[in-house]
C-alpha cells in the first residue's frame, strides 16, 4: 500500500517549516505520510521566475497566473524526492505518482473546513492507492479563476475542493494549508499513538465541544479541581464530563445542537436545564432567547402571524374568513404600524440564529373597548402564538414571562387577554401562567363572530412572571 502523499505548493515555501515539527514531523519521519513543499516559482518560465500579473479589469493588486501553477500542479506527478528521502516506498523510482490528484485550494470563498471533511480526506488518503492530494497556496489577490474549472477538466484530477479556514481574510493560502495538514495527518493510520483519544474530540463523530480538563496541583490559586474528577468513580467522570461537553455546547455553540442525534434521557436533562428541550417533532429547540422586534420586522412577524393564526383557528373558520381576517389584521403594514407605536411592543421569541419560533404583541396604551373592568392599569397581550414545531417547548412561556415583564415596566398592575373559549389547550396553558377566565367577548374573523373567554393575570408585585 503506498503511503498517503499530500504536495504543497506556495511562493513561501519556509511558511511550511512547522510541518518538520511534532506529531507531522514525526509522522513524516516514520513513513506515515509523505508530506512535499514545492516552490511554484520553479515553474515559471522568465529569468524573474514571475507568477503574477495584473488584474484584468484593472484594481488594486496582482493576480496568480494560471499557467504556472497548471504547470506546477501537474510537475508533481513526476517529483522525485532527493536523497534518502527517495528510498522506500517504490512510488518515485524514476516512474510517476499514478495517483488522481484531489486539488485543495485554500480560498475565502472556499466550503468551511470541518472535522467531518479533514476525516474525509484522511479516509481517503489513509486508503493510500487511489488518491493523494496536492494543495495550492495562491497569494497576492488570489489565483486566475480559470484555473480551478480547468484542473476539474483533467482526466488525472479526481476533484477539486475550495476550501476555507473561516470567515476571516488571510494573506494567502499557507496557514489554511498548515491547519488542512494538521487536522488531517493527525488522523492517518498510526499517527495519533492512542486513536482511542480522537473518539473523545470535539466534532469527531459527534457535534460537541470538549469537556474542560484539569491536573496537577489540585489546587492553583485557590482554585480547586470538580471533586468528582478526583473520585476515582470513572462513571461519574464520564457523565461529568458527558455533561459539561453538552452545557458548553449549548453555550457557546448553540447552533451545533441541530447535528446532535443519539441523545439518551441523561443528555436530554442536562440539556433541559441548559434551556433546551425537543420540539413537537423531535428536533432540539432552544436556548430560545425573547426580543423586541424592530422596524422593517414586519413582514418577518406577518409570516409568523398569519401561519400560527390559521392553525389556531376553529376547524369551522373558513379559508376566506382566516385570509380576509389576515389582510386586515396580520399583514406586514399592521405589524409595521405596530411596531412604529410607542403603545405596542412585538416580542419575537427566537431560536437559535435568531430564527423566529413565535410572537406575542402587548398593548400597554389606553385599554380597547373590549378591556375587562379593572380599577387599575392593564396591558393587553393581544397576540401570542408560536410555530407548531415549537409548541410544548417552553416557548408560549418565555413570550408570556416576557410580556408581563414589559407589562410591569409600563407600570401595568394587570395584564389581559381574549382566548377563543374553544381552545381547551390555550386556556389551560394561560391558566397555568397565573390568568383567570374575568369576562367574556365576541371576537369576529372575516363574517363569523367567535366566543372568546377574557382572561386576567394580576401583575402585583410578588406575583411571578
Ligand atoms: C488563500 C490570497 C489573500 C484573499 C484579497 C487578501 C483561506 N479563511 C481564509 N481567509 N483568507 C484566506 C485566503 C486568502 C488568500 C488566499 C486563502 C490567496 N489570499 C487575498 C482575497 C482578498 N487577499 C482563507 N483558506
Known amino acids: 500500500m503506498s503511503v498517503p502523499r499530500v504536495d504543497v505548493v506556495t511562493i513561501f515555501p519556509d511558511y511550511l517549516a512547522p510541518l518538520d515539527l511534532s506529531l507531522i514531523g514525526k509522522a513524516r519521519t516514520s513513513g506515515l505520510v509523505d508530506l512535499r513543499v514545492h516552490d511554484l516559482r520553479e515553474h515559471a518560465h522568465d529569468r524573474h521566475r514571475t507568477v503574477d500579473d495584473s488584474p484584468f479589469g484593472g484594481g488594486a493588486g496582482m493576480v496568480m497566473r494560471p499557467d504556472v501553477w497548471e504547470r506546477a500542479i501537474e510537475a508533481t506527478a513526476s517529483h522525485r524526492r532527493s536523497g534518502a528521502e527517495g528510498d522506500g516506498d517504490g512510488v518515485d523510482e524514476g516512474g510517476t505518482d499514478g495517483r488522481a490528484l484531489v486539488v485543495l485550494v485554500p480560498t475565502p470563498s472556499g466550503r468551511p473546513l470541518t472535522q467531518a ?4 480526506l484522511a479516509d481517503e488518503l489513509g486508503a493510500g492507492d487511489r488518491v493523494r492530494a496536492v494543495v495550492a497556496c495562491g497569494r497576492y489577490e488570489g489565483i486566475d ?13 479526481d476533484r477539486v475542493v475550495e476550501f ?18 494538521e487536522a488531517v495527518v493527525r488522523l492517518l493510520p498510526g499517527v495519533l499513538g492512542n486513536p482511542e483519544s480522537v473518539v473523545e474530540e470535539s466534532f469527531s463523530h459527534e457535534a460537541v465541544l470538549e469537556y474542560p480538563v484539569f491536573t496537577r496541583p489540585a489546587r492553583w490559586e485557590d482554585r480547586e479541581v470538580p471533586p468528582v474528577l478526583l473520585s476515582g ?10 455533561a459539561q461537553s453538552l452545557t458548553r455546547t449549548v453555550q457557546r455553540r448553540p447552533e451545533l445542537l441541530a447535528r446532535l442525534d443519539g441523545l439518551d434521557a441523561v443528555d436530554l436533562a442536562t ?6 428541550v425537543p420540539g413537537r417533532h423531535g428536533r432540539l429547540i432552544g436556548p430560545v432567547t425573547v426580543r423586541r422586534a424592530v422596524a422593517g420586522e414586519g413582514a418577518l412577524v406577518a409570516d409568523l402571524a398569519a401561519t400560527t393564526f390559521a392553525l389556531a383557528c376553529p376547524d369551522e373558520t373558513t379559508m376566506a374568513d382566516i385570509r380576509a381576517h389576515v389582510a386586515a389584521h396580520l399583514s406586514p403594514r399592521a405589524f409595521e404600524a405596530h411596531l412604529a407605536s410607542a403603545d405596542d411592543a412585538v416580542l419575537l421569541a427566537c431560536d437559535v440564529g435568531d430564527v ?22 392593564g396591558a393587553e397581550l393581544s397576540k401570542c402564538y408560536v410555530l407548531p414545531r415549537a409548541q410544548g417547548s417552553g416557548v408560549a412561556r418565555a413570550l408570556v414571562a416576557a410580556a408581563v415583564r414589559h407589562a410591569r415596566a409600563a407600570g401595568a398592575d394587570h395584564l389581559w387577554l381574549g382566548v377563543n373559549a374553544r381552545n381547551a389547550a390555550a386556556i389551560a396553558f394561560y391558566t397555568r401562567a397565573g390568568f383567570a377566565v374575568v369576562g367574556e367577548r365576541t371576537y369576529r374573523v372575516g363574517e363569523v363572530d367567535h366566543h372568546d373567554h377574557v382572561m386576567v393575570k394580576d401583575l402585583a408585585p410578588g406575583v411571578a412572571d
Do not use: C, I, K
Open 164 to 181: 476555507s479556514l473561516g470567515d476571516f481574510v488571510l494573506n494567502g493560502g499557507e496557514v489554511a494549508a498548515l491547519a488542512l495538514l
Open 356 to 377: 423566529p419560533l413565535g410572537y406575542a404583541v402587548v398593548r400597554t396604551g389606553a385599554p380597547s373597548a373590549d378591556a375587562p373592568a379593572h380599577d387599575g392599569t
Open 271 to 276: 440539556l433541559a436545564a441548559a434551556g433546551v
Open 233 to 242: 468513580d470513572h462513571g461519574a467522570v464520564a457523565r461529568w464530563r458527558r
Open 117 to 120: 471533511f479533514a476525516q474525509e
Open 145 to 157: 479563476a480559470r484555473l480551478v474549472p480547468a484542473l476539474r477538466e483533467r482526466s488525472d484530477v
